[in-house]
């Protein structure tokens, strides 16, 4: 391998004549926690799809573990794991009893898989859980039994695809803890996401994507000092902020802004400053910043 577990090159994808991937380019480092940030629509399922081989590009290089997704599709399934890819969990059987079904249909000796099981159950707070038909369960039930489905057999290459949503707090917090450790075990783990938080918190590289675009990719850190220094936010007297506005962090540029709202905005309105937060990205990336202040102040 190149070092990299994952390498697009111009990659495109239309659906009918909708272009839904419009020349990305990306290169995970072999074990990283990658980050594909972005919104509903942006393109992540499309693209988590074509790396893992349930989709074709139109156009464009796609290399995973090593392996072209095209012509070497079954080397690169054999490299990977992903979330859903077992849809077909067995209703009738318990949670115990699929986990260890793959576990064996993946070549774990039954110790092993037993092992395994115990050990997901407890991760994804399956225990209580573990010897009732599947048939019975809720939907998170369902959701945490799937990504722990995902993690029976060990890959060089995780995809997550929105791994963390409909999870309770409880739930995120195990997986994000499973997330750390087997990148501990130099897994590669690409996931995509709607939570600024989740990409903060857990990777090492982010890319956000929107309209089938990369925008930026960088570390939590490089992407907040993109958008500057200090923002600026606004409360109403009730103490709710009303407003946010991004500032280079200079006294210039925050005593400009500053004047700028005085006539504008009530005269019970507090000031604060504040680092940028992954929203603040998130925001200015995703949308077309023509005048950030203009618009905040009007
Ligand atoms: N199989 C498909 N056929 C037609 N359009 C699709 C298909 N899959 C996705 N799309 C469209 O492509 C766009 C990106 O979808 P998707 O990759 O699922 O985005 P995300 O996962 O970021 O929400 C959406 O507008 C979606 O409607
Ligand atoms: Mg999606």
């Known amino acids: 391998m190149s070092g990299f577990a994952i390498e697009v090159v111009g990659l495109k994808k239309k659906f009918g004549k909708q272009v839904v991937l419009d020349g990305v380019d990306l290169k995970v480092p072999t074990g990283y926690v990658y980050a594909l940030l972005g919104p509903n629509g942006a393109g992540k399922t499309t693209l988590i799809n074509i790396l893992s081989t349930l989709v074709t590009a139109d156009e464009g290089n796609v290399r995973v573990a090593g392996y072209d997704v095209r012509s070497e599709a079954n080397e690169v399934k054999r490299s990977i794991s992903l979330t859903g890819q077992f849809a077909a969990v067995d209703e009738i059987l318990t949670a115990e009893e699929n986990l260890n079904m793959i576990g064996r ?4 000796t039954s110790e092993q898989s037993a092992m395994r099981t115990a050990d997901l159950l407890e991760h994804f707070n399956l225990v209580d859980a573990a010897k009732k038909q599947v048939k019975t369960y809720s939907g998170g039930m369902r959701r945490r039994l799937d990504l722990a489905i995902s993690l029976v057999v060990n890959r060089p290459v995780l995809f997550l695809d929105e791994p963390t949503t409909g999870l309770d707090t409880t739930s995120r ?5 499973v997330i750390l450790e087997l990148k501990k075990q130099g897994i590669t783990i690409f996931l995509t996401t709607q939570y600024l938080e989740e990409a903060d918190q857990l990777a090492d590289r982010i890319a956000v994507i929107t309209g089938g675009r990369i925008v930026a990719t960088g570390t939590a850190e490089e992407l907040k000092s993109q958008v500057g220094g200090e923002v600026i936010e606004l409360r109403n007297a009730k103490d709710d902020v009303i407003r946010t506005i991004p500032t280079t962090g200079s006294i210039q540029d925050i005593r400009f802004t ?5 006539s504008k905005v009530p ?3 507090k000031i604060s400053l504040r ?3 992954m929203d603040d990205v998130f925001l200015a990336l995703t949308t077309n910043k023509t005048n950030n202040l203009e618009e905040s102040i009007s």
């Not at 500053?258 to 005085?262: F, I, K």
């Open 173 to 177: 917090r195990a997986l994000w803890e």
């Open 105 to 108: 249909l993946c070549g774990l």
């Open 258 to 262: 500053l004047n700028e709202l005085a």
């Open 275 to 277: 680092k940028p937060s």
């Open 267 to 269: 005269q019970d309105t």
